[in-house]
């Protein structure tokens, strides 16, 4: 069966960085696209990042543009999400999910989350 | 960014009720090429990642009990759950994936029983 495992989060100082992994397995990772959604604490979902199945093509919120960097390692079926510059706004829970692209701009719906993984910034 | 806007913020709803969840885009998911609407409902219980229910507006996921029923299309969107049991206590979100990111959700809708 389907199954994404974050790892990674934990607490952090202000300013501090912090990479968050995401394992994946039940299905052919390379195929799908990836992405990053996060939720603060008592708060709604909060998308964060996307990666294209080969790792080319890359998008993210402007709240964290230039911070936050997003990769994978198909031959590892493994996604990552470095996290520097972090802040106090940026204390969460970090989920990864998969999705698919059907071409010419048309995406389909995550169908698969982690757990999630938590993040704190906090000196 | 499209801002989705869900109303209400919560509702308490009697077992064997309806509920009825809203969900507003600032502009059309519809895609006119396939006519397909990029919007889809996700249920999340505490402690637990979100779950999809949903997609394409009205297309509900495997496994999903058909008392979900998911509507609309264009700008105006509504989550039903038709006779409402305990286990579907949760919070609910509508999410749009139209296009390029970022793909935004509503502010979610908390279900309780009354």
């Known amino acids: 069966q389907v199954q994404l495992v974050e790892s990674g989060g934990g607490l952090v100082k202000p300013g501090g960085s912090l990479r968050l992994s995401c ?9 799908y696209y990836m992405s990053w959604t ?20 890359t998008y993210y919120a402007d709240s ?31 989920y990864c ?19 999630g993984t938590l993040v704190t910034v906090s000196s | ?14 077992l064997g009720e309806r509920a009825t969840i809203n969900c507003k885009s600032s502009q ?11 919007l889809a409902w996700y249920q999340q219980k505490p402690g637990q990642p979100p779950k999809l229910l949903i997609y394409w507006a009205s297309t509900r996921e495997s496994g999903v009990p058909d008392r979900f029923t998911g509507s609309g299309s264009g700008t105006d969107f509504t989550l039903t759950i ?16 139209f296009t390029t990111p970022p793909w935004t959700f509503g502010q979610g809708t908390k279900v309780e029983i009354k």
């Open chain 2, 28 to 38: 059309s998911v519809l895609y006119s090429s396939n006519n397909n609407n990029y």
């Open chain 2, 82 to 97: 038709s006779s409402l049991q305990a286990e579907d206590v949760a919070v609910y979100y509508c999410q749009q994936y």
């Open chain 1, 97 to 115: 999910a998969s999705f698919r692209y059907y071409g010419s701009g048309s995406y389909g719906p995550s169908h698969y989350w982690g757990q």
């Open chain 1, 38 to 57: 996060r939720q603060a604490p008592g708060k709604g979902l909060e998308w964060v990042s996307y990666i294209s199945n080969s790792g080319r093509t």
């Open chain 1, 64 to 94: 964290v543009k230039g911070r936050f960097t997003i990769s994978r390692d198909n031959a590892k079926n493994s996604l990552y999400l470095q996290m520097n510059s972090l802040r106090a706004e940026d204390t969460a829970v970090y």
């Open chain 1, 23 to 31: 394992a994946a397995s039940g299905f052919t990772f390379s195929d």
């Open chain 2, 1 to 14: 960014d499209i801002v989705m806007t869900q109303s209400p913020d919560s509702l308490a709803v009697s």
